[in-house]
């Protein structure tokens, strides 16, 4: 058996965000139309994080792909990454495995993707301000994939230590020359007058008050990913226009929206697949003023269109190890 492997590196390489963004806006459409097979994510509890296995296979597509990742909370304070994942293609004609990838650094590239998909989609053209609310794993990401979508002049870092948030405004600073990127000591300041407002944690209580949020902007909710997570507070979710990357999945795990609905502020049928919105089989933004929320728990479709994307690009670049086992 043969098999291609590619680190971290080697996938930034072969996966710029332009791209990432097509390959997952292509999957989000392939979801919406009944074309992709993704059992619903295994979760294997244990004291100290979770492990879920996600496999997926798109119709049409040359690769399976299963990925396993882990969540460990308390790692850093051991000196290890919070998030830690291996990915795993297939040959879909035979089921020969073709390539392992370190995917820590793919699910965090898709998961930019796919914000970035929500905000070239549904943001005001004429969005300058971006609020990041985390500075972990998922917000470089975010920020790359919000910038690629919007002329983002400025961004607002805010995480409640701060250090994480003055180290990500000082890199978006030396990446982006121009970019007035800081580090801010409220999610109020962050979030006030912002356009683009992009929530990256872990968090189990809502990160900021639906009140600053100004008429026009549009949220990305990408961090929580269980029913006990919520970034965005369930009240504030009344009268915005919600979409989200798939709705069995949102109303399986995306805590804020089980909330609304449970609370009446939502109804399951205010949930549009932003795949549908994308394929123009639903509306997207309605007018300037309309505020829009993006809601993503993060689906294996993502992983497979972009896992695919990654191995085509890195052969033809020449890119990672052949071993046999």
Not at 158 to 184: F, K, M
Not at 192 to 220: K, L, R, Y
Not at 243 to 263: C, N, P, T, W, Y
Request: proline share 6%.
């Amino acid at each position: 058996m043969r098999l291609t492997l590619l680190g971290a590196g080697e996938i930034e390489q072969a996966l710029d965000m332009q791209t990432a963004m097509e390959v997952n806006a292509q999957a989000f459409m392939a979801l919406s139309r009944g074309q992709v097979q993704a059992p619903e994510r295994l979760r294997l509890e244990t004291p100290g994080g979770v492990g879920l296995i996600m496999p997926a296979a798109l119709e049409g597509a040359p690769c399976l792909s299963v990925k396993v990742i882990t969540i460990f909370p308390g790692n850093p304070g051991q000196g290890l990454p919070t998030s830690q994942a291996l990915l795993l293609l297939l040959d879909a004609g035979n089921g020969q495995p073709l390539a392992l990838m370190e995917a820590a650094r793919l699910t965090a590239l898709r998961t930019g993707a796919a914000a970035g998909v929500a905000t070239r989609l549904l943001a005001l053209p004429q969005a300058r301000v971006l609020a990041l609310l985390g500075a972990g794993g998922m917000a470089w990401d975010q920020a790359r994939a919000v910038l690629a979508a919007r002329p983002i002049e400025e961004a607002r870092v805010y995480t409640p230590s701060g250090t994480s948030a003055l180290a990500l405004a000082q890199r978006l600073r030396e990446a982006y020359p121009g970019l007035r990127a800081q580090a801010v000591a409220s999610p109020r300041l962050a979030v006030e007058g912002a356009q683009v407002i992009s929530c990256a944690t872990t968090s189990h209580q809502p990160v900021f008050d639906p009140a600053w949020v100004a008429p026009g902007a549009h949220i990305n909710g990408v961090g929580s990913f269980t029913p006990a997570m919520r970034e965005v507070p369930a009240a504030g979710l009344k009268g915005l226009k919600v979409f989200v990357d798939s709705r069995q999945a949102a109303l399986a795990e995306a805590g804020e929206l089980i909330e609304a609905i449970g609370q009446g502020v939502l109804r399951e049928a205010d949930l549009v697949e932003i795949g549908q919105a994308l394929a123009g089989q639903a509306p997207g933004r309605g007018h300037e003023r309309e505020i829009t929320f993006f809601k993503s728990v993060g689906l294996a479709a993502q992983d497979a269109a972009s896992a695919q994307a990654a191995l085509e690009r890195a052969r033809h670049l020449g890119l990672g190890r052949q071993v046999e086992l």
